[in-house]
């Protein structure tokens, strides 16, 4: 049901802008200088465009990502009120 | 199955057998096959004075959870447990283990490794090295040889 | 390097962290990796009370040694330390304990595992189980399995 | 020198016998009635003569054989002194 979230996302009746939690970790926090953001977005945009949004740059190849907390790709799509991450190749263990 | 993210310093032994007398009945496993990761004092030459572990809360566990799930349709096994160290750690500290419990030892042996491996390749944690005289984020092409 | 046969029940982890202590300095080693195997209740659909375990002295460690001596010919770990009981044993009650340590993952597990299948195939080891209603001796197609 | 062990196995010179300890361990200990026996044996017999010498049998396939705490195979030689060890396959773990 998008409606609901773009209901949540603007607070007019036909704004097609929708928010997007962004975080990055590690290294790219440090890089960016952001630990977690709020962004608005126009609707029906994926990823990499997050990104774009926040850095001005393209998505590097070697960049990871999650949608909701699931790894996702550049082409995934994001949606209103998704939380979006991105962060370097993991190092845990 | 259980996911723990420890703070603080813990004890991988103890807590095994704590999980071990909580979930399986004596005479019930045959097998327990663990894997520890233990904090070194030096990495790529260079000596380590403390590592810093950043983790994605949720995604984390999440995904070892899922790692846990994809293991269990894979091999027979009877519980499995993961513990992951965050926040700082000092050399010598345990950062991980995994243990699994099954009444025969290929599963156990098989389920263990591939539990630590996905988890290696897939789960959201990130080391930085404090070395003598600067810091550096750990590269994953080192990681997983480690 | 140590191979130990036990005539009385042993404490594994116990045991793992005592040899840890005196053979391993902290932050010495990335790696380690274990293997318990735990005389179960039951085998081949029959309840088990009790299981004989008979050796062969002298032989019976110098296969152990010789497994180990082949397995850092293959793999690069610090330490390894192999454990077995002998006599008799009752459910719950662990029966071999194997555990490397190596600096990376990759020796650790592939050595435990390499020492746990010579073992199973080789060190010359005998179970006799006690049923509710007789005595058996296991057979080997039925023991590689477990 | 198996001269000395041949003094050793016999007490007069000329003896062509020799000393040989024979183990049998787990159900082929049960099954014979013998855990460890010494016997007579003309030298340069094999681990197989071994078996025959005290069973009267020939060696099946499913036993496993030591020479001296060796592996060993049928047609292994045996030496005056040596310890010749038959048991079935193992199982422990």
Chains 1, 4 share one sequence.
Request: net charge neutral.
């Amino acid at each position: 049901m998008p409606g609901i979230f773009v209901s949540e996302a603007c607070q007019f009746e036909g704004c097609n802008f929708m928010t997007i939690r962004v975080r990055l970790f590690a290294s790219l926090s440090e890089q960016w200088q952001i630990d977690q953001k709020t962004i608005q977005l126009k609707e029906g945009q994926t990823v990499a465009a997050v990104w774009r949004e926040i850095t001005g740059e393209s998505l590097p190849d070697s960049i990871l990502m999650a949608v909701n907390m699931e790894y996702a790709r550049p082409d995934t799509p994001v949606k209103a009120g998704d939380e979006v991450a991105f962060f370097p190749p993991v190092t845990g263990g | 199955m259980t996911v723990q993210l420890k703070p603080k310093p813990f004890d991988p032994f103890r807590l095994l057998l704590q999980y071990q007398e909580s979930r399986l009945a004596p005479g019930s496993y045959g097998a327990t096959a663990s894997f520890i990761g233990t904090m070194r004092d030096f990495n790529q030459g260079d000596s380590v004075k403390r590592l810093f572990l950043e983790h994605y809360p949720g995604m984390t566990e999440r995904e070892l959870e899922k790692i846990i799930a994809e293991a269990r349709q894979r091999w027979a096994f009877l519980e499995a447990l993961v513990a992951h160290r965050v926040g700082d750690i000092f050399p010598g500290e345990p950062i991980v283990l995994v243990v699994v419990w099954s009444v025969h030892r290929g599963p156990a042996f098989d389920a263990c490794r591939y539990i630590m491996e996905a988890l290696k390749s897939r789960a959201p944690f990130w080391k930085k090295e404090k070395l003598p005289h600067k810091e550096r984020w750990v590269s994953n092409d080192e990681n997983l040889q480690n």
